[in-house]
Every structure is written in structure tokens, then in C-alpha cells.
């Protein structure tokens, strides 16, 4: 696409298209933009919370705490860990709502993170697993630590490729509550694969394609992004580096 923003017009032309400035289309196209260029300057590298390194969207994580305050999840099982933001970031909201508790697995949990997060206020609320999210013994002892009734909801943030974010649907979609979401996070690496810290097999090898494959062989779940709970613009959809990622189970 080439994309000409004239600020003296307050327009945009799109591949041809005048587009107004101050509209949902020029929202959008410029959101496009702000996305790429910030995922290639590691915009995202940047956050902290409850001083833990999250390297994440803050659209994301705000539109995941809608969720998360929604749904009162008794377990959030995360897979993948880095720096453990995610899982104080989790678990602070299950703080929050006063109940629940988060199971974060990690094929390599670096001591010092290890160290972090089992000095953290939020550590009563957090067990860590070691080990691959898709090795049989680890799916079997996430398994094992979950109770008959309980509320569950999984995001996936380990090896983005198409491969393990398939294997790892298969594996927890099952342990997924009905009403409740298995999230496949960062597809948005389809969208920067072209960017000079991007890949270009990203086009095909990427959650985004392993979540709708997923949802096309198993009807017991849709790819729905949530509504937001509050909107008083015009626009609609997320800025977001989730396309494609929530995966809603309905029966």
C-alpha cells in the first residue's frame, strides 16, 4: 500500500483513495502504520508492571483485563514467561477480583526471572512449570493441578510458530471453560514479516493461520474478538498485535 498523509488537507491517500484525516478509515490506516513502525522499534520493550518487564501491547493487556474482569477465571494458564510480566500482570487482576490463580510454563525460566517472580508480592497467586508447553508430562501436570467446575482460560505467548501454536490448541483447548477464550497472541508477525527485523516465511508461519485452522476443524470453537464493554466513538476493533487470536468456546 502507499499511503500519502498531507497535513496541511488533513487527508490521506490510500493507494489512490483520498481518505479524511479525522475519520475511522484514516484511524485505521495510520494505526496500521504506528503498529509496524513500533513493533519493528520495539515499542513494546519499554513497559513495565508492578515492576516486571511485559512485552506486550498496552492495547492488548487493557483489552485483556475487560476479559479477564468479565469472566472471573478461577485458572489463567499462560504458556511462555520471559520476563514474567504477563504473569504478574494476570495475577494482579486475579488480585483484584479476589480469587484465581496462574500457571505460567516456560521451557527455560532464566534464574534471575525465576528469582523475580519468586520474590514477588503476587507470588502466592503464580506457579511456574519448567519445561515445554507441549511435552506430555507438562500438559499432564497443568492437567492434574485443575479442579472439577473451575472457570479456565489459557493465553499462548511461547514459540509463535504456525507448528507449536497448533499443537499447543490441541493440547489446552480441552481444559478451556465453555463462555471462556484460548488466546493465541502476536499473529501480527503476518503484518511485519516484511520489516527489517521481520521474516518473511512470517506470512505463513504464524499464529494467526494456526488459530484459524484450528477454528476451522473444531466447531465447539469460534475466532470472536470480545466487544468492548464501553465505546462511545464511532470506531470499532482493536489496535492490536492479537488478530485473530481469540478463540471463544461455545459449547
Known amino acids: 500500500m502507499k499511503l500519502t498523509v498531507d497535513t496541511e488537507k488533513e487527508t490521506l491517500v490510500a493507494d489512490g483513495k483520498e481518505v479524511p484525516f479525522y475519520s475511522d478509515e484514516g484511524f485505521r490506516l495510520l494505526s496500521s502504520l504506528w503498529l509496524k513502525t513500533g513493533w519493528n522499534q520495539k515499542y513494546t520493550y519499554t513497559f513495565t508492571w ?23 477465571p478461577d485458572v489463567i494458564i499462560e504458556t511462555g514467561i520471559a520476563h514474567g510480566g504477563s504473569a504478574v500482570f494476570s495475577a494482579s487482576l486475579l488480585q483484584l477480583i479476589g480469587k484465581g490463580r496462574v500457571i505460567a510454563i516456560d521451557v527455560d525460566i532464566r534464574p534471575h526471572n525465576r528469582k523475580r517472580l519468586e520474590e514477588h508480592p503476587l507470588k502466592p497467586r503464580i506457579t511456574l512449570i519448567e519445561g515445554s508447553s507441549v511435552a ?21 505467548d511461547s514459540n509463535h510458530s504456525y507448528a507449536h501454536v497448533a499443537e ?33 516465511e512470517w506470512c505463513q508461519d504464524n499464529p494467526s493461520r494456526a488459530a484459524i485452522d484450528f477454528a476451522a476443524r473444531n466447531p465447539y470453537f469460534v475466532i470472536k474478538e470480545p466487544e468492548w464493554l464501553f465505546n462511545e466513538s464511532t470506531l470499532e476493533g482493536n489496535v492490536t498485535h ?9 459449547r
Open 50 to 72: 508492578f515492576g516486571v518487564p511485559i512485552i506486550q501491547l498496552p492495547d492488548d493487556m487493557i483489552r485483556y483485563q475487560e476479559i479477564v474482569f468479565r469472566l472471573k
Open 136 to 156: 506430555p508430562d507438562v500438559v499432564a501436570q497443568v492437567k492434574s493441578m485443575i479442579r472439577s467446575g473451575e472457570r479456565v482460560m489459557v493465553i499462548l
Open 168 to 200: 499447543e490448541l490441541e493440547a489446552y483447548a480441552p481444559l478451556v471453560s465453555v463462555g471462556s477464550y484460548i488466546v493465541a497472541t502476536d499473529g501480527f508477525m503476518k503484518d511485519v514479516a516484511g520489516a527489517p527485523r521481520g521474516k518473511l
Open 242 to 250: 492479537w488478530p485473530n487470536a481469540w478463540l471463544l468456546r461455545t
